[in-house]
């Protein structure tokens, strides 16, 4: 994280996971911040956590984009690699905004939804 903290994605086991790949420097990632707002704000307390990954080379242009955007959950990462970075490396990122919806039991259960299809996803993992 930007204190230079470890967060690991297996701690968050049990929730539904929303791994959020952004940066920001990109324009539709950007404007899908706040619909991720939302949904956070709406589903945080059934179980919902939100983990996002920054392809930011800039810690300041990052930090500043979290808050701007009021991304408020508390898993933010980076290794301020860009589009070499491990994170989006392991998970196959090519394009962002990307998203990976993980289930309770640590499962894919989804990858690059928006809008309605992604807040749709999240409510059924929840059980709603």
């Known amino acids: 994280d ?15 996971v929303l791994l959020d790949f952004w940066a920001s420097w ?4 950007r404007k899908e911040n706040p619909n991720v707002v939302k ?8 179980g919902l956590e939100i983990y996002s ?3 930011d080379k800039t810690r300041d242009a990052w930090l500043k984009a979290i ?7 508390t898993h933010h990462v980076s290794d301020l690699s860009g589009w070499t970075s491990s994170g989006g490396k392991t998970y ?14 640590g499962k894919i259960i989804a990858r690059n939804l928006r809008g309605a299809e992604l807040e749709n996803a999240i409510a059924t993992a929840l059980g709603n």
């Open 2 to 16: 930007a204190d230079g903290n470890t967060h690991r994605l297996s701690d968050l086991r049990g929730k539904v």
């Open 26 to 29: 990109c324009g539709p990632c």
């Open 39 to 46: 949904i956070y704000n709406k589903y945080h307390d059934q």
């Open 53 to 55: 990954v920054s392809l």
């Open 67 to 73: 808050k701007d955007d009021g991304l408020v959950w």
């Open 92 to 105: 196959g990122i090519m394009s962002i905004p990307a998203t990976v919806l993980i289930d309770r039991e």
